[in-house]
């Protein structure tokens, strides 16, 4: 079922590169493509989640100040059925993870950067 437009979550992340960004979410992490109407900006979603991707050009970008515009400590969160396999599938691929994983009472969990250094957690919950 797809989510209405009026349901999405949205999540801005400032990149450097859109054009890589969009090949990141859509190749490895089952994002779909919805708009690229300009190489500044892209928009790609995942259930109800609406990711923006605005690069260095967008206005996104240019209304975020200076001292915000590099990656910080939030991060979307995407929850995944067994971790140990996305872990091995990602790695297959060529990509890295900034860390182990971290086991806590609700799940276990690890960070994935994009190409612009920004943070993806992947999540198990409990069973």
């Known amino acids: 079922m797809k989510t209405a437009p009026q349901e999405l979550a949205s999540v801005r992340y400032i990149v450097d590169d859109v054009a890589a ?3 990141f979410y859509t190749t490895h992490l089952g994002f779909t493509l919805q708009a690229h109407p300009a190489p500044a900006f892209a928009e790609v979603v995942r259930g109800p989640l609406r990711l923006l991707l605005s690069g260095p050009a967008s206005s996104g970008a240019r209304a975020t100040p200076r001292d915000f515009s590099t990656p910080g400590r ?3 969160h995407l929850i995944i059925g067994d971790l140990d396999a996305e872990i091995e599938r990602l ?3 060529g990509l890295s ?3 182990d994983v ?3 009472p609700g799940g ?3 960070l994935l950067a994009d190409p612009a250094g920004n943070l993806i957690e992947l999540f198990q919950p409990v069973p």
Do not use: C, L, S
């Open 21 to 23: 960004a969009v090949g």
């Open 74 to 76: 939030n991060r979307i």
């Open 91 to 93: 790695r297959g691929t």
């Open 97 to 99: 993870f900034r860390g």
């Open 102 to 104: 971290v086991a806590g």
């Open 108 to 110: 276990r969990q690890i």
